[in-house]
């Protein structure tokens, strides 16, 4: 992927630098999205700093600003699906700033990373818990494909034990996507 970043209608994704700590604080601060992200909702940003370091140590992590007003709006993540033994599947993580949800903006940027991870002919993946209607609802959007689901697969961030729904998207059907 581009170092420098890309663009779409409304957003610049850029791969993410330490410089995005306070949006990505900001986001995993927030009680409700941590739940959802699985993970511990943070107490101080040293603790969003080792979030973002270890996705970055596992794949990339990008960055998501409003085109016209550079506002952080939230970020995408991309790694190999350590559920899967093909190391070309991707999976994606993500996660929006609750203000921008449902304004189409996860949408257009999902949307464009797929498209260019399929310019490497990746099958991405992506997973949530059952109980997290929207992200399903956002990624079946997306053109992702539901798989089934995944018993007793993640422990969250406080050590409750959940299913996973599993999503696909796929190169040989990319023109559902993009």
Known sequence: MDTAGFFTDNLHIKRYDMNDLDGFYRIGSDKHTAMLLGIREFSGRSEARELAEDLLI????FSL???????????????????????????????LIPGMRGKGLGTEALRKVTERLFRERQTVTAYCFPENGAAAAFLRKCGFREKGIMRSEA??????????????ASYKNRADII
């Open 58 to 61: 596992r794949g990339e992590l």
């Open 155 to 168: 422990v969250d961030g406080h050590g409750k034990v959940h299913d996973l729904i599993c999503f696909l």
């Open 65 to 95: 600003f409003m085109k016209d007003t550079g506002e952080y709006i939230g970020f995408i993540g991309i790694s190999d699906d350590g559920r899967r033994e093909d190391p070309s599947v991707k999976m994606v993580s993500f996660a």
